[in-house]
């Protein structure tokens, strides 16, 4: 049964420093999402993808934050200048759209700002 | 402000006996709603999704949708062990739009 893939399992970095959290959707899927999880919070939508560009993005998403589809089928969430906060586990989701709207999510990254 | 609000539990169900869980969201323009199971340090798992009013079901799984009262519920059947998770109610309005979750209540099927 096709998943969505995200790497690394787990990311330790420093504050101020970049991060790359990796995505790879479904298959045939063309709607893409980021959510973040804070431990012991909720799940909280970042961000959508479609049609390579962003259909919808939060508050939490700011400038800080971006997203590409570099090639057909990586879907990646940058966070620049990454602060303490930040730490938290990353979902990436897909849909395939077309009526159904059905996300599926990811094992998640769990980042850790030191 | 999109709220969906469910009791965090913990709900506590003897095995073989049916869980009950609620979620009332604050959107009125949602039109498409999920149950998802997360297991500890897990990624959320859908279980079920209903878009109209009324009753779905599959499986031991019940999703019951009253647009009218803004509330979803689950129902699981002869509960399991293995049941035991959280349960997060996730709504949307509709095409690409990202999913509002709520806070999810703990379920404990206690054997």
């Known amino acids: 049964e096709p998943e969505v893939t995200q790497t690394p399992s787990h990311q330790v970095t420093q504050m101020g420093q970049e991060v790359i959290l990796r995505c790879v959707p479904i298959?045939?899927?063309?709607?893409f999402y980021w959510y973040r999880q804070i431990l012991g919070q909720k799940v909280e939508f970042l961000v959508s993808?479609?049609?390579?560009?962003?259909?919808?993005k939060s508050e939490i998403f700011d400038d800080q934050f971006s997203v590409e589809r570099p090639d057909g089928s990586n879907f990646t969430l940058k966070i620049r200048s990454t602060k303490l906060e930040d730490s938290a586990m990353y979902f990436c989701?897909?849909?395939?759209?077309?009526?159904?709207?059905?996300?599926?999510f990811g094992p998640g990254t769990r980042l850790t700002v030191t | 402000q999109k709220e969906v609000e469910q009791n965090s539990g913990p709900l506590s169900v003897p095995e073989g006996a049916i869980a009950s869980l609620n979620c009332t969201y604050s959107?009125?323009?949602?039109?498409?709603f999920f149950w998802y199971r997360q297991y500890s340090g897990k990624s959320p798992e859908l279980i079920m999704s209903?878009?109209?009013?009324g009753d779905k079901e599959d499986g031991r799984f019940t999703a019951q949708l009253n647009k009218a009262s803004q509330y979803v519920s689950l129902l699981i059947r002869d509960s399991q062990p293995s049941d035991s998770a959280t349960y997060l109610c996730?709504?949307?309005?509709?095409?690409?739009?990202?999913?509002?979750f709520g806070k999810g209540t703990h379920l404990i099927i206690q054997p």
């Open positions: 989701a897909s849909t395939s759209g077309g009526g159904s709207y059905e996300q599926y």
């Open positions: 298959s045939n899927h063309l709607y």
């Open positions: 993808f479609y049609n390579n560009e962003i259909s919808e």
């Open positions: 959107d009125r323009g949602s039109q498409s």
């Open positions: 209903i878009y109209s009013n």
């Open positions: 996730a709504v949307k309005r509709g095409g690409a739009d990202g999913l509002t």
